[in-house]
């Protein structure tokens, strides 16, 4: 009996490489697609953070007699003032030459952090769009934190520059608004390094500067307990983001006084005594 075997030719090349056309064209239509998905989820995840935060800075004020956590930068920074302690919402001092950039006790336990047994979860400070890294032993790891409180806020905060109020209690404002009274920042990873975010009412400058990961936005929250992302405008503030360990320190651009971040920025820190 004969036997008769059925040969498949298999692709021919160009059906191989149409093929590969196609694969090509549909990686090339999602990539944007998963990407636009990601942000959505930083976005989510940022604005679920802050908004963690601000309850538990409400909470500190309930069980302190309405005082505000504490901010003062020179304590925290461990280079100058008073000795390390729990008197801020947080300590540690974020830069390449430090030893802070990824110790989360500095942020939860309660000998260095006043907030810390509220949060209870390191997670909560630190946005996931953060690129910057610092070298620990052979190995870089992420900064433990992004966030940043408004330098007006905080019952021993600093005063950044005279005749500006202060707010150690929420019922000090009074003539600013808790809806517009801004707390908590998300700051960007190359400008952060304590946790007091320095807004200047009188120079002409940007001494910190908000994170604008998310399409040019960033979260932030205020005193009445709301969050929400802030897109922010000027092309100092949405400057390219770095990745790895800083290389450029954002910090005291001198700027115009019609810059928009600057102008929304001060119309939510503070008021003339």
Known sequence: MKLNYHTDPGFTLIELLVVITIIGILVALLIPILSRAKARADVTNCMS????????WFMYTDENRDFIAGN???SESGAGGTARG???WM???LDPRQADNTDILLLLDSQWASLGPYTKS???YRCTASRIMAKEGNGYYPVVRTISMSGWMGYNSTMWNQDYQLFRKTTDLVKLSPSDALVFIDERDDSIDDGYFAIDMVVQQLANFPAGYH???GAVTFVDGHAEIHHWRSPEVLVRQQSGVEQVKREFLPVSPANPDLVWLRAHATNPE
Not at 50 to 56: A, E, I, N, V
């Open 49 to 56: 953070n802050l908004k963690q935060l601000q309850y538990s």
């Open 72 to 74: 003062n930068w020179q």
């Open 86 to 88: 729990n008197l801020n």
């Open 91 to 93: 300590t540690g001092w």
């Open 122 to 124: 390191a997670k909560l």
């Open 215 to 217: 399409a040019g936005s």
